[in-house]
């Protein structure tokens, strides 16, 4: 099971490495689900 902080940075960071790939919209929504999700857990 990967961490919710980790799920953030590696889809914050995905656009990074691989600059080919287009950013969608559904990994904006994604992060917006994650980041709202993270404030309701404490951090590891």
Do not use: C, N, T, Y
Not at 16 to 23: A, H, N, Q
């Amino acid at each position: 099971m990967i961490s919710v902080e980790a799920q953030i940075e590696l889809k914050e960071m995905f656009p990074v490495w691989m600059p080919d790939r287009p950013r969608r919209a559904k990994d904006a929504a994604d992060l917006a689900r994650l980041r709202a999700s993270a404030r309701g857990h404490p951090q590891r």
